[in-house]
């Protein structure tokens, strides 16, 4: 829940309730108005009407300078949207930039364009490639002269190597803020990219990698370019662990981050099968999906049938929870559990019934929740 809150001084709340309250005092300004002028000439003392028609009146006033500055504020914003933000009738050249005809512009204060919309097929020249449709462009404060080029994210016209990277056309280029660096595209052709990896002796060394075709790579930037998210080419070794093409890999600073298994193999102290998902914080074994299909894997004392997903604990290879599908079912204390399943380290601490269950006392139905206190201690619940 968000703690942010506005508070405004109580004049401009007074002034807001005017304003709210505009169309009912103009109703009681026309009643009294016309109650002065009809009584004018009949009743000997109005001066209670002329005091309570001044002050509606004020009151009146009031509201009306609320609309009023509010449609004067409207103007304003009017006026500067049509001077920043505008459709060019003939080719303009802006900021070094050939934009087409029919193109909508918006500019910042100093007139630089950080964003292009092109009209129809019409294509934009920028940093050695066409692009179309939105372009945005880096904000004039974050550019520097060392930068690589000036888009922050635009879709390709034509097929382009931008940057030493084959990227296709159609698709969403984007680019680092800082520096310009390519960070995502979608490749025409298998490419290897360099990765950061952990190293035999320690410390991290790099390595390529195989990116697919007509997938989308991710890349980040430290002393160098590095992936940091493609769908594999072809099975790859990580480390000790053999990722699997046609799968994505994700790396990130500490390593690998996820990949899925190219076939079964020890990670950790866990023999996990093929077309494992599994995922690592700082290089340690962190989490692991198991496939639809595959031999069960025992953890804690417990059999975990496929498909199961399985979260470690932090400082130890003990269960912290697993969900488990729910055709399929574990068993603890001899009651058949499914779903998600909440432990203390390898200690059951709560679970659904897979079927109905007699427990000592009662009957439970498919789907009740229960915890541990049910299967240790059941005559005292």
């Given at each position: 829940m968000s703690d942010i809150s506005i508070s405004f001084p109580p004049w401009m709340t007074a002034w807001f309730l005017l304003g709210e309250a505009t169309p009912v005092i103009t109703l009681v300004m026309i009643g009294l108005v016309a109650a002065f002028l009809v009584g004018r000439g009949r009743i000997r003392h109005v001066g209670w009407l002329k005091w309570t028609l001044a002050i509606v009146g004020v009151l009146w006033l009031g509201g009306i300078s609320f609309w009023a500055a509010g449609f004067v504020d409207q103007i304003k914003t009017e006026i500067y949207r049509a001077r920043h933000h505008y459709r060019l009738d003939k080719a303009t050249a802006l900021a070094g930039i050939e934009i087409p005809s029919g193109s909508w512009v918006s500019v910042d204060e100093e007139g630089v364009p950080y964003r292009i919309e092109t009209a129809g097929d019409a294509v934009v020249s920028i940093d050695g490639a066409l692009w179309r449709d939105a372009i945005l462009l880096m904000p004039l404060r974050n550019r520097t002269a060392s930068d690589r080029g000036t888009i922050k994210s635009a879709t390709l016209a034509e097929d382009a190597t931008i940057q030493g990277v084959p990227c296709r056309a159609g698709t969403l280029v984007e680019f680092f803020e800082f520096g310009g660096g390519l960070e995502h595209c979608t490749l025409t052709q298998r490419t290897d990219v360099p990765a950061e990896i952990p190293g035999d002796q320690g410390g991290k060394s790099t390595k390529d990698l195989p990116c697919a075709m007509e997938q989308e790579v991710w890349l980040r930037f430290s002393e160098r370019r590095l992936l940091e998210r493609c769908v594999l080419a072809e099975t790859a070794t990580v480390g000790i662990v053999g990722c699997a093409g046609g799968k994505e890999i994700v790396l990130s600073g500490d390593g690998l981050d996820s990949c899925t298994l190219a076939s079964a193999q020890p990670v950790g102290p866990f023999d996990l099968p093929a077309g494992t998902l599994v995922k690592f914080t700082r290089e340690r074994l962190d989490r692991f999906d198991l496939p639809?299909?595959?031999?069960?894997?025992?953890?804690?004392?417990?059999?975990?049938?496929?498909?199961?997903?399985?979260?470690?604990?932090?400082?130890?290879?003990?269960?912290?929870?697993?969900?488990?599908?729910?055709?399929?079912?574990?068993?603890?204390?001899?009651?058949?559990?499914?779903?998600?399943?909440?432990f203390d380290c390898g200690k059951f601490q709560s679970g659904i019934l897979f079927e109905d269950t007699e427990l000592p006392g009662r009957r439970l139905p498919r789907g009740a929740a229960i915890s541990a206190e049910d299967l240790l201690h059941p005559a005292s619940r």
């Open positions: 639809p299909i595959s031999l069960p894997v025992a953890i804690s004392g417990i059999m975990l049938p496929s498909g199961t997903i399985v979260r470690l604990c932090d400082d130890s290879w003990e269960l912290d929870w697993a969900d488990v599908p729910e055709d399929k079912s574990v068993a603890i204390a001899g009651v058949k559990l499914t779903g998600r399943m909440n």
